[in-house]
Structures are given as structure tokens and as C-alpha cells.
């Protein structure tokens, strides 16, 4: 019988890397094809080249192993490939969302090790970092949005019905809009 991996996604990742109290884990079974060559690490393992304690996740052999089981928008990047040399890649931790934003509006801030293999932002931070955070009254098309654990980007503004449709990236790696009427705006 082969072996049962499962890739827990946190929902709802504070920026610091910590839980929220109201997160959930959500679940991804990785295909019966990709289990094999996958292994998962606990946090605090050794990392073999930097003696130093790692982050735990699910670590593959192969990169196209890793994007399998990667959920973001677009998943193809959404890589690190800073493990063991038996297990070198792994999906990013954190935010699609923020993966998604920084793909659509060309961010590419963050040191190299902080971004995607092809150079954009993940985080939300990194994101709105050097822009000006402004109410949502005064949105405009373009504009980041976020509530500080989601983000978008703002596709249309109704400001008589104090609301932004925003286009985003979810957990599960699809791209949806959706109205908000909280949080803040970045340009």
C-alpha cells in the first residue's frame, strides 16, 4: 500500500509566520504519483547544509513534485528549493493571495530567498511594502487591497455601496472575485 502524504496548507498565516486562534488546516492529498518521492519534515529538523533548524513542510525530490502540490496562482513558481539534496523543493509556506498580487502587478520586492523561483513577492508585506495604505473610500482600479490576512486586487470600486470587487487567489489555488467592504487599499 503506498504511503499517505498529506500537504496541511495553514489558513489565515499571520505575517510573522504564526497562527491566527481562528485558523483552520486545510488539507491537500498529494497524488498517488507524486507520494513516493515526497517527504515531510517537522519543524526544527537539522537542515543538512546549514546545520541550522528549518522550517517543517513537505519537501520533493523534484520540482515539478513540488508544484503538484503547490497551491497558488500560478503554482508553477511557487517553489523554494532550499532543502536536503535528497529533498531539495518544496511549495512556498504563507499567502497565495499575496503570490497572486505580486504576479498581476509586476512586485518583486524581498530578498532572494523570500520570493518565488522567478522573483516575485509572497508575502503580503512584502506587497504593500514603500506604498501608502489609504482607506477604502478613496480605492481606485489598480489598487492592493487587504484586510491584513488576504489581499487583491481591486478590479472595480463602488463607492456609493462602500465596496471593492477584488480579484484574488485562494488557498486552494483558484483565482476568484469577490465584493469587499473592509480593509485598506495600496498604491
Given at each position: 500500500m503506498a504511503h499517505e502524504l498529506t500537504h496541511?496548507?495553514?489558513q489565515n498565516l499571520l505575517i510573522n509566520g504564526s497562527m491566527n486562534?481562528?485558523?483552520?488546516?486545510?488539507?491537500?492529498?498529494a497524488p498517488p504519483q507524486i507520494q513516493r518521492d515526497c517527504q515531510h519534515f517537522d519543524a526544527g529538523w537539522i537542515h543538512p547544509r546549514t546545520?541550522?533548524?528549518?522550517?517543517?513542510?513537505?519537501?520533493?525530490?523534484?520540482?515539478?513534485?513540488?508544484?503538484a502540490i503547490a497551491t497558488a496562482c500560478p503554482s508553477n513558481c511557487f517553489i523554494y528549493s532550499d532543502g536536503p539534496t535528497s529533498h531539495p523543493h518544496r511549495p512556498i509556506p504563507g499567502f497565495p493571495c499575496a503570490h497572486y498580487v505580486a504576479h498581476e502587478l509586476g512586485i518583486k520586492v524581498g530578498g532572494r530567498n523570500s520570493r518565488c523561483s522567478?522573483?516575485?513577492?509572497?508575502?503580503?508585506?512584502?506587497?504593500?511594502?514603500?506604498r501608502?495604505?489609504?482607506?477604502?473610500?478613496?480605492?481606485q482600479?489598480?489598487?492592493?487591497?487587504s484586510d491584513g490576512?488576504?489581499?487583491?486586487?481591486?478590479?472595480r470600486v463602488d463607492l456609493a455601496g462602500g465596496r471593492v470587487l477584488i480579484e484574488a487567489c485562494?488557498?486552494?489555488g483558484e483565482v476568484y472575485r469577490d465584493w469587499e467592504s473592509n480593509g485598506n487599499v495600496y498604491r
Open positions: 496541511v496548507v495553514q486562534q481562528n485558523s483552520t488546516s486545510i488539507q491537500f492529498v546545520g541550522r533548524p528549518a522550517p517543517g513542510g513537505t519537501w520533493c525530490e523534484e520540482i515539478d513534485e513540488a508544484r522567478e522573483g516575485y513577492s509572497v508575502t503580503i508585506t512584502q506587497i504593500t511594502q514603500g501608502g495604505e489609504h482607506p477604502l473610500n478613496t480605492a482600479v489598480g489598487d492592493i487591497w490576512g488576504h489581499s487583491g486586487v481591486v478590479r485562494s488557498i486552494g
